[in-house]
């Protein structure tokens, strides 16, 4: 199955790979400066606003922290507001679970800022101070970890360290000076990140002579054995694992460029789509990131004050790029199957005096409506 996921999703990155040369942008020549689509631009996706089903889930919370996925029908999350309960100043949030099938939620055992939930049901919990939506390093914060379901046990947050989000526990960030070298002009430095156990870890090793810096990342695996994958290491805070490809998805924009990493080994890049690539050389105004999917690479796309009827979120499935939701998306998550996305989605101008109301939308992409 893995191997099936993997070689589909080199078919669409392949169909894409030519994207971003100067000549092939000739006939989207002078599309960006118009506010409405063109008819050139149209030729490079298809409408699709109501191709896939779509939950609009009630905001009756008040979310202090992030959307989890439970599993494939569930989300939990953080909240201090909830039908017969308002948190008042210094109570901890209560943690929700919610259907988004039929909007039905129960609160469960937890209290707290939900910082972690990962795929094997390993959850990270913070509590104390005043505000939870706030961070001070000076505030003596509570850490609680363990299993969904079961009692959680206090940690200590090392210094100068970062929270995975598929191990859900604290990793070092900084880098450790190699011993190794006897030449005093140049240095070696290396930071790591931790995958998952069975895959070992990446390291990135960071080599100094005078002005010259040069970064090679290795793949360590568990029989030590190491392997040069890439000259750019991961973003910390933005490198997830997909359980549904059994591989790693490194969040970027646009301007960086997304990446998968396979545990065999190996970065791949995923292509931009032309119109977007044209969006983002001929202007300055375009912002977009995603997630990957079982269907396809899905961005969402922030326009400019003026261009914002280009917004929306963009699936690229199959080597089509398809609009599916007209509304511009701050946050998007997959679930752990890879068919749904939960997003917090702006519909029309977000630029308009008037106070703005997201909607929370979930969209369930890997069969068109019936």
Same mark, same amino acid.
């Given at each position: 199955m893995k191997l099936l996921v993997l070689f589909s999703l080199t078919a669409v990155f392949t169909f894409c790979s030519a994207a971003e040369t100067e000549e092939s942008f000739s006939d989207l020549e002078?599309?960006?400066?118009?506010k409405e689509f063109t008819s050139a631009e149209r !030729?490079? $996706?298809?409408?699709?606003l109501d191709r896939f089903k779509k939950y609009e889930l009630k905001k009756i919370f008040k979310l202090t922290s992030q959307i989890r996925w439970l599993d494939d029908d569930h989300i939990v999350f953080s909240t201090k507001k909830l039908?017969?309960?308002v948190g008042t100043s210094g109570e901890p949030s209560r943690i929700v679970v919610m259907n988004i099938t039929d909007n039905t939620f129960n609160v469960s055992r937890y209290r707290g !800022?939900? $910082?972690c939930l990962n795929h094997l049901g390993d959850l990270l919990v913070r509590q104390g101070?005043?505000?939870?939506l706030q961070f001070d390093q000076d505030i003596a914060y509570e850490w609680h970890t363990g299993k969904w379901g079961a009692d959680l046990v206090h940690v200590h947050r090392p210094p100068n360290s970062f929270?995975?989000?598929y191990l859900c526990k604290f990793s070092e960030l900084s880098y450790q000076n190699h011993t190794g070298f006897t030449d005093e002009k140049q240095t070696e430095k290396y930071q790591t990140i931790q995958l998952l156990p069975e895959h070992g870890y990446l390291k990135n090793t960071l080599h100094e002579k005078g002005k010259i810096n040069r970064s090679n990342v290795y793949h360590i695996t568990l029989d030590g054995i190491q392997r040069f994958v890439s000259?750019?290491?991961?973003?910390?805070t933005e490198f997830y694992f997909y359980p549904w490809m059994d591989s790693y998805f490194e969040k970027s924009s646009l301007n960086r460029g997304p990446r998968v990493f396979d545990p065999s080994g190996a970065f791949t890049n995923v292509p931009i789509p032309k119109l977007l690539a044209y969006w983002r050389k001929a202007s300055t105004s375009i912002a977009a990131g995603g997630v990957l999917t079982k269907a396809g690479m899905l961005w969402d796309v922030h326009q400019d004050r003026g261009d914002w009827r280009k917004q929306g979120i963009y699936l690229e499935s199959n080597g089509v790029l398809l609009r599916i939701e007209e509304g511009s998306g701050v946050y998007s998550s997959v679930s752990p199957n890879g068919c749904r996305v939960i997003d917090s989605v702006?519909?029309?101008?977000?630029?308009?005096?008037?106070?703005?109301?997201?909607?929370?939308?979930?969209?369930?992409?890997c069969k068109d409506k019936k």
């Open positions: 002078g599309s960006a400066a118009s !030729k490079y $996706f298809t409408e699709a039908p017969g309960w !800022k939900l $910082f101070g005043i505000d939870e929270i995975s989000n000259d750019r290491f991961p973003l910390h702006l519909r029309g101008d977000p630029y308009k005096p008037q106070q703005q109301k997201y909607i929370w939308l979930v969209i369930d992409i």
